[in-house]
């Protein structure tokens, strides 16, 4: 059966509308390094709505993004989340005590620690009498972890709650085989030496060879990586203005760690160890040394490679989100008001990373706004192709009309606007944990450049999706 994107691409009824007007080098990051003048926010309407609650971020941190397998390898994933949660109560000096929940995003659960939220939440000295609970969602679980939150004060439950999310890829769970975890369990259960020796007479050698987490979809067996492999050919992107891409993402976020943009990253002191204070993933490099490297998913035709795509990364991040009228009770600035939202899910075969391509209208729609409204586009980024991809489906008549069941494009984010200080691919990507970034980025942004209005997106496995508007508190 021939796939929705093969279908895609040969019924095309003009190539020259389909394809992105969007030259290699208008990628290159020369043009894209300017930041935008900061200045005075510029005067729209508010989207406060009657009768609702006012839900405002305070403030938000990340421990610093790094490679796994480098400093935090010898942590566990509850270590790296209890380190976000202290550094949110000294970056905010809230009281623990009228903190009324606590909730946390998750992909790949450490077995020990299943409710990872609980126990950072206790690690960290919040009382036992603070319930917490924990998430998962992909790379959408501390959107997912945000937005519970964001329902809990909206619904009068809650005035005070942390969100957050935490992923350690360092030291994923290793299972043994089916086969040796049923011996094993019978083994336990067995009564005398005699149902023992039986059972151990069917070990076979290959009872030891280990289950590794799945990094496929499971609805489909595909990697991601492939996935966004064929997504790319499927929207004609080239190698070249994937590597283009990437290395703009890397500049980006080399500037704005340099002139100490980054400012929700706080130091963490390793136990053991030396204290980490910056993302460690930030690698710019050249266009020339990008072409050396082979495809890593479709071999050798695929354009995906290791530097035009995110990295495994451990990290964790904490919000402290409120009720707008708690918050200023409380002497509080808020950054940002947390405004409309959507979550979507497509095919996870053929539209596995097009979430903001579907979420994008769906939130502005919601929020009454339309693209020249937002001043800071802050995206997932997975991958390069998955980003330029995106785009075109964006700004495609065609697709809208066929695949959304729209009208007419939500057309393509300025490049100026977009991601400016970096995004996954160059700050790194913990799965449970780049929703928080992603809203801090876009809520800070706007602060810097004078902006109202943050459109924050990612993509997720199992063809799910997720944006949020975020607006700028009034300075």
Known sequence: MTTILTYTLKNLPNASKWTLRLPVRSLSCSSQLRAAPAGQTK?????????????????????????????YKDLMPHDLARAALTGLLNQTSVPKDIVDYIIFG????????SNVAREAALGAGFSDKT??????????????AMTTGVGLIASGQCDVIVAGGVELMSDVPIRHSRKMRKMMLDLNKAKTLGQRLSLLSKFRLNFLSPELPAVAEFSTSE???????????????SRLEQDEYALRSHSLAKKAQDEGLLSDVIAFKVPGKDTVTKDNGIRPSSLEQMAKLKPAFIKPYG??????????????????????????????KPKAYLRDFVYVSQDPKDQLLLGPTYATPKVLEKAGLTMNDIDAFEFHEAFS????????????????????????????????????????????????????????????????EGGQYGLVAACAAGGQGHAMIVEAYPK
């Not at 009768?51 to 790094?66: A, E, H, K, Y």
């Not at 998750?106 to 620690?113: D, G, L, N, S």
């Open 303 to 332: 354009t995906v490679t290791a530097a035009n795509s995110s990295f495994l990364t451990d990290g964790a991040s904490a919000m402290l989100i409120m009720a707008e009228e708690k918050a200023l009770a409380m002497g509080y």
């Open 43 to 71: 005067s729209k309407k508010t989207l406060a709505k009657p009768n609702v609650r006012n839900i405002v971020v305070v403030d938000g941190v990340r421990t610093p993004f790094l490679l796994s397998g480098t400093s």
């Open 106 to 113: 998750t992909v790949i659960q450490e077995v020990k620690t």
């Open 223 to 237: 990697t991601m990586g492939h996935s966004a492999d064929r997504l790319a050919a499927a929207f004609s992107v």
């Open 385 to 448: 192709g998955q980003i330029l991809a995106n785009f075109k489906a964006m700004d495609s008549d065609w697709f809208a009309q066929n695949y959304m069941g729209r009208k007419t494009k939500v057309g393509l984010p300025p490049l100026e606007k977009f991601n400016n200080w970096g995004g996954s691919l160059s700050l790194g990507h913990p799965f449970g944990a780049t929703g928080c970034r992603l809203v801090m980025a876009a809520a800070n942004r706007l602060r810097k």
């Open 131 to 144: 319930p917490a609970h924990t998430v998962t969602m992909a790379c959408i679980s501390a959107n997912q």
